[in-house]
């Protein structure tokens, strides 16, 4: 059965998202989400949670959620676990609330975060239950535009912190930036997420791939791992253009002949990042690896380019 990629250390940033069972109300009540909330408090006190923003719906719920101490899972089984049995023995039942395992991307959150919060705190307007996303009372929109004291386990700073200046506060500056009209029609920033798990630059995505998922095995339940053990199409240029210097449509004939040959990544994916139909990367391909079998020393050059890269083995 596949699973969701769990990608964890001190200090990453999470858009976390937890829908319930069949599409089924998790919040019935005032109550209900009284007692959520009050899990988010105690995972910030007992886990070092660092809760950014949230916002529950009636049948699912998001946060914006930091892990100093690289605890993402045990964090999520405290709320989740704990609302569970909460919401069962209040209403006699047993059984699965959530839908399967919380959904989790890691972000980049000095690109991201400002958008996601803007993003989730517009969930409710989205939705047609709120005209204006201050006034929904399940989020954390009234506190980021000071129309609430803020709870102690709310952190407001690090969004806030992007909006400090001269003249209007920090709280009017963001109001402003969530009310943009364009913001609410606008792309969802979780669509650039990469293979569901990552939201961030191609560095951003690289760097984590080579310090938390290089040595990570293959498995078939994580197709996300999948995904992203599949080499990153602006690496390989990257890197055949610091082995050709100086000859950059070397480099490209090198990089997308290796793209082809070893990346694993699909015909349209490789020619839309090389602006080109897939036929001619076909095509270009099967050029340049004639090029290849007549001059030896391009061939061992590319060869060591595509070790550098990590495409080919020795």
């Known amino acids: 059965m596949a699973r969701p990629l769990r990608i964890e250390f001190p200090g990453a940033f999470y858009h976390i998202t937890a829908r319930g069972n069949e599409g089924r109300e998790i919040f019935r009540s005032f109550r209900d989400r009284q007692q959520f909330l009050s899990y988010l408090e105690s995972a910030v006190q007992r886990f070092r949670a660092v809760i950014h923003v949230y916002c529950?719906?009636?049948n699912h719920y998001h946060l914006l959620l930091e892990t100093p101490s690289g605890n993402l899972s045990q964090i999520l089984r405290h709320i989740n676990?704990?609302?569970?049995?909460?919401?069962?023995?209040?209403?006699?039942?047993?059984?699965?609330?959530?839908?399967?395992?919380?959904?989790?991307?890691?972000?980049?959150?000095?690109?991201?975060?400002?958008?996601?919060?803007?993003?989730?705190?517009?969930?409710?307007v989205r939705a047609g239950i709120a005209d204006r996303p201050e006034r929904y009372p399940w989020s954390s929109c009234s506190y980021y535009m000071g129309r609430k004291k803020r709870p102690d386990w709310l952190s407001l700073d690090f969004i806030l912190s992007y909006f400090q200046g001269r003249g209007a506060s920090s709280q009017d500056r963001y109001r402003e930036f969530v009310h943009d009209p364009l913001a609410?029609?606008?792309?969802?920033?979780?669509?650039g997420a990469i293979a569901s798990a990552i939201l961030g630059s191609s560095d951003f995505v690289n760097n984590i791939q080579e310090k938390y998922l290089a040595c990570r095995k293959?498995?078939?339940n994580?197709?996300?791992?999948?995904?992203?053990?599949?080499?990153?199409?602006?690496?390989?240029?990257?890197?055949?253009?610091?082995f050709f210097q100086g000859d950059r449509t070397l480099a490209r004939k090198a990089a997308l002949y290796l793209c082809h040959r070893f990346?694993?990544?699909?015909?349209?994916?490789?020619?839309?990042?090389?602006?080109?139909?897939?036929?001619?990367?076909?095509?270009?391909?099967?050029?340049?690896?004639?090029?290849l079998e007549q001059e030896r020393v391009l061939r061992e050059k590319v060869l060591a380019l595509g070790v550098k890269a990590r495409l080919c083995n020795v």
Do not use: C, W
């Open 222 to 242: 994580l197709p996300a791992l999948k995904e992203l053990s599949k080499a990153s199409l602006p690496k390989i240029l990257k890197e055949a253009e610091a």
């Open 184 to 191: 609410k029609e606008g792309q969802s920033p979780l669509q």
């Open 218 to 220: 293959a498995d078939r």
């Open 56 to 58: 529950l719906m009636d």
């Open 81 to 124: 676990g704990a609302y569970t049995t909460y919401f069962n023995v209040k209403r006699n039942r047993s059984g699965h609330l959530f839908q399967g395992r919380f959904k989790a991307i890691l972000v980049a959150a000095d690109e991201f975060a400002l958008e996601l919060s803007r993003y989730i705190h517009l969930n409710p």
């Open 263 to 291: 990346s694993g990544r699909t015909l349209k994916e490789i020619g839309h990042y090389f602006g080109i139909g897939e036929s001619a990367v076909s095509q270009a391909s099967r050029r340049f690896e004639g090029r």
